[in-house]
Nanobody, 118 residues
Framework: QVQLVESGGGLVQPGGSLRLSCAAS????????MGWYRQAPGKERELVAT???????NYADSVKGRFTISRDNAKNTVYLQMNSLEPDDTAVYYC????????????WGQGTLVTVSS
């Protein structure tokens, strides 16, 4: 079993910053892609950013230049540094990891709420 534990969400004013963390635990021998997605009220879940095993990153256009994704392979943890937050960034943020050792697994976190409001 692979489990993800997210942390770092909360309430922040427009222009503020937050850092999300997502730690994977369990029997893991290799994590390929790690990523963050978000779902705002009444909207579909959308990709925010991903990072591959070689540290190649991909960002949604709406967050480029404001968000930074990174990973610590020794800790099986992915981070999302969010700066210059806007009210439209308000959503539940989910992390996702793709495990590719002797199996292929896509595992989702439970989600953490980010609210950007004055």
């Amino acid at each position: 079993q692979v489990q993800l534990v997210e942390s770092g969400g909360g309430l922040v004013q427009p222009g503020g910053s937050l850092r999300l963390s997502c730690a994977a635990s369990g029997s893991i021998f290799n994590i390929n892609t790690m990523g963050w997605y978000r779902q705002a009220p009444g909207k579909e879940r959308e990709l925010v950013a991903t990072i591959g095993s070689g540290a190649r990153t991909n960002y949604a256009d709406s967050v480029k230049g404001r968000f930074t994704i990174s990973r610590d392979n020794a800790k099986n943890t992915v981070y999302l540094q969010m700066n210059s937050l806007e009210p439209d960034d308000t959503a539940v943020y989910y992390c996702k990891v793709v495990v590719t050792d002797y199996r292929y697994l896509e595992v989702w976190g439970q989600g953490t709420l980010v609210t950007v409001s004055s």
